[in-house]
């Protein structure tokens, strides 16, 4: 799948005249195929052992190769475009501004996140480095080569911020380590800083501090579900993966004494049956704390144990995006916003002149991440089209014009004339 061609399957609560939110009764998992045995932990990539010769492109089609961080890494559609490994174009986007790196390893992912393209169950039919998530293709490259490219290009990189995204695996701690070092003895962090996108559960407050020492700069959560039930369904026992909530919130305080106020976050995707005012009240305990958080909208992702759900409908995403930029850049607090009955946003707590100054200004609807060069609160960490297809975006990731404005206004139900 390439995040190049508009999807023209709109899901149906993208459709006018659809719900306007996604309820916990809707957002309930499938349960996978059985995988047969010679599918199971890469035992088909292992067997024909195939040697890596570089690049590779996702292609289910061929044998996959046999390759292993810390040697090799797979990163973003947009990065691998814009480190010129593959060649393509990103709609309304010159380039990404985040490097972002995922660990691989013939037998993937060991969790199994309903969400996730790149799930444990997904093994029956797909070998691991062949996966989408977040709806692109993650192509493999020599990290070797990765080093040598961005270094060549010093200052002039592109790349305003790099994250290394671990998975579930036995191997993942060490190997993040090793990522890290080598880019850390060729590249200064201080000129491109290393973000970690972390897995709490393999890991210890030890691991954190060694991150933190080796000169990562920010480091995340996933906790992706906003509540300890959703977390349970779509990531935990509800789905035989071994996440606990209470593991994630563990390593999310480490991470909070260890990388200090502002350094830490947690991602969250709206839209798996949370209300609105849940989704809130976790972005203010985290400001609270003193952490920022990277939102997702829910997106059906192919081959996911929720591809058979509707993405989160357009207004219900614009007003957690708009309550989030609130409380975590214009210092408004979720106490003094207001809700219905079914938890949605009728009031944000501020004067109208000051919300319509925020909404015009669009930061808001943007891409939320971990910053790069440009402001705080613009992240560099764009994923063009991660959570939506370009016909009809979710997280802008770039500046929107006053049409998008326009747009926006209208999916918030907000007056598009003011006097
Ligand atoms: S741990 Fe992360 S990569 Fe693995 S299945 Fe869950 S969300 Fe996907």
Redesign the pocket.
């Given at each position: 799948m390439s995040c190049l061609k508009p999807e023209t399957n709109i899901p149906p609560q993208q459709k006018p005249g659809a719900a306007d939110i996604n309820s916990a009764a809707l957002m309930q998992p499938r349960a996978p195929e059985p995988t047969p045995k010679d599918r199971r932990n890469g035992a088909a990539v292992k067997a024909a052992d195939a040697s890596p010769t570089g690049f590779y492109k996702p292609n289910y089609n061929i044998q996959t190769p046999n390759m292993r961080s810390p040697d090799y890494v797979q990163m973003s559609t947009a990065a691998a475009i814009t480190l010129g490994v593959m060649q393509g174009k990103m709609h309304r986007c010159g380039c990404t501004r985040c490097l972002n790196l995922l660990l691989t390893y013939p037998e993937g992912?060991r969790?199994?996140?309903a969400y996730?393209g790149?799930?444990?169950h997904r093994e029956a039919s797909r070998d691991y480095a062949d996966r989408n998530?977040i709806r692109v293709d993650w192509p493999a490259v020599p990290m070797a080569e990765v080093i040598d490219k961005v270094a060549r290009d010093g200052a002039n990189s592109p790349f305003h911020r790099m994250c290394i995204?671990m998975?579930?695996h036995p191997r993942s701690d060490e190997d993040t380590v090793s990522v890290l070092k080598a880019w850390t003895d060729r590249i200064d962090p201080k000129a491109i800083p290393v973000s970690i996108l972390s897995?709490p559960t393999t890991m210890t407050r030890a691991d954190v501090k060694k991150l933190h020492e080796l000169g990562s700069d920010i480091f995340t959560v996933?906790l992706?579900a906003a509540t300890p039930e959703i977390f349970d369904r779509t990531?935990g026992k509800g789905v035989d993966?071994p996440?606990t909530w209470r593991k994630y919130w563990e390593i999310l305080q480490d991470a909070r004494e260890i990388f200090g106020p502002q350094k830490f976050g947690a991602h969250i995707i709206v839209g798996m049956g949370e209300t609105e005012y849940d989704v809130l009240t976790l972005v203010q305990r985290l400001v609270d704390l003193g952490g920022h958080s990277h939102m997702f909208c829910f997106f059906p992702e192919k081959g996911s144990l929720m591809d058979h759900l509707p993405a989160t409908p357009r207004d219900q995403w614009r007003r957690v995006q708009l309550g989030r930029y609130i409380i975590d850049y214009a210092g408004g607090r979720v106490e003094n916003m207001a809700f219905d009955d079914a938890g949605r946003v009728v009031g944000y707590g501020l004067p109208q002149a000051q919300l319509d100054g925020i909404v015009d200004k669009a930061i808001a609807f943007r891409t939320s991440g971990c910053p790069g060069k440009f402001a705080e609160d613009i992240s560099a960490c764009d994923r063009p089209y991660g959570d939506s297809p370009p016909s009809n975006i979710a997280s802008y990731p770039f500046q929107p014009n006053k049409r998008d404005v326009l747009k926006i206004r209208k999916q918030l139900d907000m007056p598009v004339k003011r006097h």
């Open positions: 992912c969790a199994n996140c996730c790149l799930a444990r998530f995204s998975i579930t897995n996933a992706d990531r993966s996440h």
